[in-house]
């Protein structure tokens, strides 16, 4: 008797999920246990097992479709694994190369191959083992087909004689005068749900809050030392790098303790003061910025930080993060300077009513004691929300940030 795949539980109050990325075709013999399939909520990704082992029969639902949690994709058909043996990784490879528009997702070792890429290998008429992946979980992007098509020599298909060589660009005057040479095309992808749900938030927040951004400048001169002097017996003590995200989370930490209202909510025509503090860090993957959350944050070390934030981020990267992980942040703080951002203006993460925005660090020269000298300046923002928070209490939460970063002995003695 065929054994259903239903839609598993997500969470309270998610009733629908889509799905993903089918890991097996129809016609597969799938392991007990073995994953099947990516389905993603409006907060997460999770991975969807065969709850026997058997032939995969017809898939009910495609990449990409929205179905309520408990209804029926598929049906295992109970059998033996078949003798024969599988295809062969070259077999595979060919497979996935000539497939092409539709996202390749592939096990055993090989790279997870986003469709994007997908197409840009079989233009190429490149196999996914031949690029290296850089995108997260070891995921292939366009960007890495890309790069490689650049450094490989120009007559390398003609040489080897095993591939195509890729068509050859228009002439600029030909695009120019508006010829497209049939290279004009456009790639509907459905949004993801989590994709969905950050637009969503974004909106609502723009919608319904009081935006208002603050902005300083922090002289990051003593917490790089204190990383170069430290550092190392730091990481050979707690096996964890001391990063820059420690520093801020206990910075921002003293200054809401001394600011509650930055760290409170509005529900309706209350204000919640909250005396805990579950600081939110944003993290960037390939679905999207996902933004887990350190329960607790004041209650820890230093190492404590660093290494749940490392956690987490890996997890999220990875698509393993639990939903309960992403939820009920009291405070965000986002760091766009890793990508080089020199200023920005954050959008809070609703219904929290303040964001910490981070940014690149650049050496710029400044006056100091009357001198100008050249010194590692950070510029900061404060987006929040003016129907609770006025714009004294903003800029002095910025400022006692500024203190305590450019002087971190402030959090030891609270002064």
Known sequence: MAVELRVPSAGESITEVQI????????????????????????????????????????????????????????????????AAAATPATAQAATVAKAPPASRQTGGQPIVMPAAARALHEAGLAPSEVTPTGPGGRLLKEDVQRHVEQRPPDRGAATGSRPAPAASPPAAAVAAGGTNGERREEVVPMTMIRRRIAARLVEAKQTAALLTTFNEIDMSAVLKLRQDRGEAFQKQYGTKLGLMSFFVKAAIDALKRFPAVNAEIRGDNIVYKNYYDLGVAVSTDQGLIVPVVRDADRLSFAEVEQRIADLAARARDRKIAVEELQGGTFTITNGGVFGSLLATPIINYPQVAILGLHAINERPVARDGQVVIRPMMYVALTYDHRIIDGRASVSFLKRVKDCIEDPARMLIEV
């Open 20 to 83: 993903g990325a089918w890991l097996k075709k129809e016609g597969d013999y799938v392991e007990r246990d073995e994953v099947v399939a990516e389905i993603e909520t409006d907060k997460a990704s999770m991975e969807l097992s065969a709850p026997a082992s058997g032939i995969l029969g017809r898939l009910a639902a495609k990449e990409g479709e929205i179905v309520k949690v408990g209804a029926v994709i598929a049906l295992i058909e109970p059998a033996e694994r078949p003798a």
